[in-house]
Nanobody
Framework: QVQLVESGGGLVQPGDSLRLSCAAS????????MSWVRQVPGKGLEWVSG????????KYENSVKGRFTISRDNAKNTLYLQMNNLKPEETAVYYC????????????RGQGTQVTVSS
């Protein structure tokens, strides 16, 4: 069965960086778009970024463009999200999801990793 396990979250100060990882199993990872989505406390899930199967095409939500970078290592079945210059309003649970911007909500999602940005 599809399994997605996120890691790398934590408590950081505004302006700091974090790198999230998502280990995937149970499907042919390189065949699928993968996304990162997040849920701010009290709000719904928000798509953040996506990558096609070989990592050649990446997309970002406007507010993270230039600060976040999605990447993947298909040999390791792992998806990454490098987050720079983090803002307090980006405090959220970050999830790895199978699918792209239009389809992630119908696919599998991991258990999430908490990112807290606070001084």
């Amino acid at each position: 069965q599809v399994q997605l396990v996120e890691s790398g979250g934590g408590l950081v100060q505004p302006g700091d960086s974090l790198r999230l990882s998502c280990a995937a199993s149970g499907f042919t990872f390189s065949d699928f778009w993968m996304s990162w989505v997040r849920q701010v406390p009290g709000k719904g899930l928000e798509w953040v970024s996506g990558s096609d199967g070989d990592g050649g095409t990446t997309k970002y939500e406007n507010s993270v463009k230039g600060r976040f970078t999605i990447s993947r290592d298909n040999a390791k079945n792992t998806l990454y999200l490098q987050m720079n210059n983090l803002k307090p309003e980006e405090t959220a649970v970050y999830y790895c999801a199978k699918g792209g911007a239009a389809t992630w909500n119908t696919g599998a999602r991991g258990q999430g990793t908490q990112v807290t940005v606070s001084s």
